[in-house]
């Protein structure tokens, strides 16, 4: 048996051309749609992000701001930025881009963000109506996991899923979106005893360890869709970089029936999803 890939690019321009046909509608209302990206400090994996969330959205036509406050800054501050962006009815979404100086609270800062505004789905209170199976902005890696499952065309109910990771953004969340499709949820994670065992029940396996190459063949049973939502900067022999996942794609692909690349499977959909949930949020505070 040799896996097929999910094509999360193609995935990523659906969500795309969907965003834009809400877009349209919002457009005739009037409504407007933006998007703030709050960075702090000159890390360069931030500045990069924020440029590729400001193309992204760009590509479909949403309105996007960058505001960039001082590495100084303190956390009250920072705060008071952002519950002014809350209260701007001109900004649909807020993103709060991660890291930041140690000397800001993260956690606090990305609170601050109104659930309505918080297109990341990372706030206390996205997630718990994301658990509690209440309407919400799912968080978007967790969200672009599920969307590459549906891809496939499997029917999950009733099947067994494995979620190797507990993050708040990704391995928790997911778990949660699986269950609300009536999969049979195992999550797993580094205190995992006999990993394998777990895994290899999995008819859908999703892995979000943030550990390169953490899973292999001896983890997979034969036909498992396995999602690989790692992004791990590695360096060959030559010196040269490149990004593998957590999954030893090679040997599991000769027995999975699907599997993501890394690139190219859930990071594409991961940003498509930030806009759906931007898209999402302006026909919300336009009464949509």
């Known amino acids: 048996m040799a896996a097929k890939f999910i094509d999360g690019r193609r995935i990523a321009e659906s969500i795309r051309d969907g965003v834009r046909r809400e877009l349209e509608e919002l457009q005739r209302l009037g409504a407007p749609v933006c998007l703030v990206t709050v960075l702090i400090g000159e890390d360069s994996a931030s500045q990069s992000y924020a440029q590729s969330q400001a193309r992204a959205a760009e590509s479909v036509g949403i309105a996007?701001?960058?505001?960039e406050l001082r590495p100084g800054v303190s956390t009250d501050a920072a705060i008071a930025d952002v519950r002014r962006l809350n209260l701007d009815p001109a900004v649909s979404g807020i993103v709060v881009q991660l890291p930041v100086p140690a000397t800001i609270d993260a956690f606090a800062l990305q609170q601050a963000i109104a659930p309505e505004k918080d297109v990341e789905g990372v706030s206390a209170?996205?997630?718990g109506r994301l658990l509690l199976g209440r309407d919400c902005l799912s968080p978007c890696t967790a969200a672009a996991a599920m969307e590459c499952v549906r891809s496939t065309g499997v029917d999950l109910a009733g099947k067994h899923a494995v979620v190797v990771g507990r993050s708040g953004i990704v391995g928790k969340p997911v778990?949660?979106?699986?269950?609300?499709?009536?999969?049979?949820?195992t999550q797993c994670h580094s205190r995992t005893i006999s990993l394998p065992t777990q895994t290899q029940?999995?008819?859908v396996l999703v892995v979000a360890a943030g550990r390169a190459g953490f899973i292999g063949r001896e983890h997979v049973s034969p036909g498992a869709i396995v999602i690989d939502v790692g992004?791990?900067?590695?360096?060959?022999?030559?010196?040269?970089?490149?990004l593998v996942g957590d999954v030893r794609?090679?040997?599991v692909c000769e027995?999975?029936?699907?599997i993501t690349p890394v690139p190219g499977g859930v990071g594409p959909v991961t940003v498509a999803m930030l806009l759906a949930n931007l898209a999402r949020a302006a026909k919300a505070a336009a009464g949509r």
């Open 125 to 127: 209170t996205s997630l």
């Open 231 to 242: 992004t791990n900067s590695v360096t060959s022999d030559d010196g040269k970089h490149r």
């Open 64 to 67: 996007h701001r960058r505001i």
């Open 201 to 203: 029940r999995a008819d």
């Open 175 to 185: 778990a949660a979106l699986l269950l609300a499709a009536n999969a049979t949820v």
């Open 255 to 258: 027995i999975a029936s699907w």
């Open 249 to 251: 794609t090679d040997e």
